[in-house]
């Protein structure tokens, strides 16, 4: 009796601490669920960086040469890690959150006294920690075959926070209003695949252009509209037909780059211009 007592009267939990015993408990239960799977979660990463390396990195890289003024194996590098982050957050909390959907199990949480942001930051938790595994893994693949310059970490690790926790939303939105398995695919398929492609992770956003601009100095291209990026103007004057400043001055190092790459992958419109007093000179008809 005296024990039944002594429960009762107990000290009940204070509200702070009972949800932080919540929150533990849905990050505890996403860091078992990626290292149980540890085969679908952290080797397939490992292996498409390594695919990525010997193939854009050492085979294509030798005939680019350097990009931007760095070897193409070390300018691809943070962008395939960044990559490897994105799809991994994502991945984590939509499959994690629609397999609690279809199990049902998720009623479990939403009848428990914890408030709705705590089930979100627990999941959200949950595609950070699987993104800096991930990415972990990813950049001990590369550093294993080059060396990557850190110059500031601080930003590096920022950023990669920041956008694990944007995708990781991204991914809890799709799984809640997804209706079958086909509808968690539709965001990856669609988003990520394109902005990955053609955010400049396999060459710098000044060496190609994919439009005409209304207007010279805008945002013109595909990749720039996705990732809010801005080409220098000269390259917008010559997909115009235009000469800038650029152009009537020396050399332009964004030039000189779009010459090197064009020639190399051999686009028509980046090949090196010819002076026409050059080639009249060469027909003979030279004055």
Known sequence: MSTVVERLTRRPLALGRARWIGFETILIREFQRIVRIWPQTIVPSAVTATLYLVIF???IGRRIGTMDGFAYMVYIAPGLIMQAVI???YNNVVSSFYGAKFGRHIEELLVSPLPSWIIVSGYVAGGIMRGAMVGLVVSGVWMFFTRL????????????????????????????????????SIIPTFVL??????????YSINAAGMGAPPVAGRP?????????LRVPRCVGCRRLGCVCDHDRGGDHPVRRGDRAVGS?????????????DQDAARRGFGT
């Not at 013109?220 to 809010?228: A, D, E, M």
């Open 57 to 59: 990195g050492s085979v």
């Open 87 to 89: 799809i991994n957050s």
């Open 149 to 184: 310059p850190v110059l500031h970490p601080t930003i590096i690790v920022a950023a990669a926070v920041l956008t694990s926790v944007t995708f990781s939303l991204g991914g809890f939105l799709n799984a809640m209003f997804a209706k079958s398995f086909d509808q968690i």
């Open 193 to 202: 695949t394109p902005l990955i492609y053609f955010g400049g992770v396999f």
């Open 220 to 228: 013109h291209s595909i990749h720039g509209q996705l990732v809010s």
């Open 264 to 276: 190399q992958l051999g686009h028509p419109r980046m090949r090196p211009r010819r002076d026409p």
